[in-house]
Nanobody
């Protein structure tokens, strides 16, 4: 599996913004994988936050969990082969460790169903804390 590295987490006040980035080690390109962001808050199960389909998936789509729709935006930098998550209007309940994950190479490459079991490459996580 490819090792992923997240960056951009930190402490922010409610209503603030952060931008998380995900890149693969050794210059590996994420363009041809569905890539998702998951998060896990203390005492809670890990949940899928957002997903962006592979660029080679002709029916490309994105996914957002209901609680972040309209506030978070996932995007690719195709030239760099990286994926970012722009998080705006952050709320206390967004506090969690955020993980970037790439789907298994044999996966369909879309984001119609986002399950952590289908993602075989993971980052170590980056902490996002929303606090006043």
């Amino acid at each position: 599996q490819v090792q992923l590295v997240e960056s951009g987490g930190g402490l922010v006040q409610p209503g603030g913004s952060l931008r998380l980035s995900c890149e693969a080690s050794f210059g590996f390109n994420l363009n041809h994988f569905a890539v998702a962001w998951f998060r896990q808050a203390p005492g809670k199960e890990r949940e899928a936050v957002s997903c962006i389909s592979s660029i080679s998936n002709k029916n490309g789509n994105t996914f957002y969990t209901n609680s972040v729709k309209g506030r978070f935006t996932i995007s690719r930098d195709n030239a760099k082969g990286t994926v970012s998550l722009e998080m705006n209007s952050l709320k206390f309940e967004d506090t969690a460790v955020y993980y970037c994950a790439a789907e298994a190479p044999w996966g369909p490459g879309h984001c119609r169903i986002v399950r952590d079991v289908d993602y075989t490459s993971w980052g170590q996580g980056t902490q996002v804390t929303v606090s006043s």
